[in-house]
T-cell receptor, first 112, second 115 residues
Framework: GDSVTQMEGPVTLSEEAFLTINCTYT??????LFWYVQYPGEGLQLLLKATKADDKGSNKGFEATYRKETTSFHLEKGSVQVSDSAVYFC???????????FGTGTRLKVLA | DAGVIQSPRHEVTEMGQEVTLRCKPISGHDYLFWYRQTMMRGLELLIYFNNNVPIDDSGMPEDRFSAKMPNASFSTLKIQPSEPRDSAVYFC?????????????FGSGTQLSVL
């Protein structure tokens, strides 16, 4: 079945450092791809999404590009802040269904 | 809108007891999902409903778990009997299928501890 693999954490960075969190997927057809963020004690929130190949999703300085040739959707941010400390989940919505599959999450800690 | 509402926020119970988790989705949403989050396995989809009908329950771990959605504004996830390995955070999420609005709205979760 469809699945999502993302890099294990935790990832620890200094403020203003460049961030990359890798995500690859396995799916039949053409899934939609997402990044969700979870702050401590809260549910997940949508950060960005892309619905077709070569689309770039962006929000709050974060970006990710839907790469069908490499089945990847890596999350990037040019300059992280302490407030970006959270757990980041890569996810897909299987083609033709409303089934959302999540990766295991990557914890990011940004130090001042 | 108040968002997805889950109750209780925390539940501590003893092994063998019945546990019922509750969820109120956002009004007008036609999909409802139950997820379980653990350190070892991340966020697992247990079951999801469309218009109150279960569509896919392949993620339900075993017969001790059951989920119902008697109407559009309420769903329950029941564990009977509970076991220590069921300890996790359980999330409910809802979404609206119309148009290009692909987005899940999550509740704050129920932290379940089975002693």
């Amino acid at each position: 079945g469809d699945s999502v693999t993302q890099m294990e954490g935790p990832v620890t960075l200094s403020e203003e450092a460049f961030l990359t969190i890798n995500c690859t997927y396995t799916a039949t057809g053409y899934p939609s791809l997402f990044w969700y963020v979870q702050y401590p004690g809260e549910g997940l929130q949508l950060l960005l999404k892309a619905t077709k190949a070569d689309d770039k999703g962006s929000n709050k300085g974060f970006e990710a590009t839907y790469r069908k040739e490499t089945t990847s959707f890596h999350l990037e941010k040019g300059s992280v802040q302490v407030s970006d400390s959270a757990v980041y989940f890569c996810a897909l919505k299987s083609s033709g269904t409303y089934k959302y599959i999540f990766g295991t999450g990557t914890r990011l800690k940004v130090l001042a | 809108d108040a968002g997805v509402i889950q109750s209780p926020r925390h539940e501590v119970t003893e092994m063998g007891q019945e546990v019922t988790l509750r969820c109120k989705p956002i009004s007008g949403h036609d999909y409802l999902f139950w997820y379980r989050q653990t350190m070892m396995r991340g966020l697992e989809l247990l079951i999801y409903f469309n218009n109150n009908v279960p569509i896919d329950d392949s993620g339900m771990p075993e017969d001790r778990f059951s989920a119902k959605m008697p109407n559009a504004s309420f769903s329950t996830l029941k564990i009977q009997p509970s076991e220590p390995r069921d300890s996790a955070v359980y999330f409910c999420a809802s979404s609206f299928s119309s148009g290009n609005n692909e987005k899940l709205f999550f509740g704050s979760g129920t932290q379940l501890s089975v002693l």
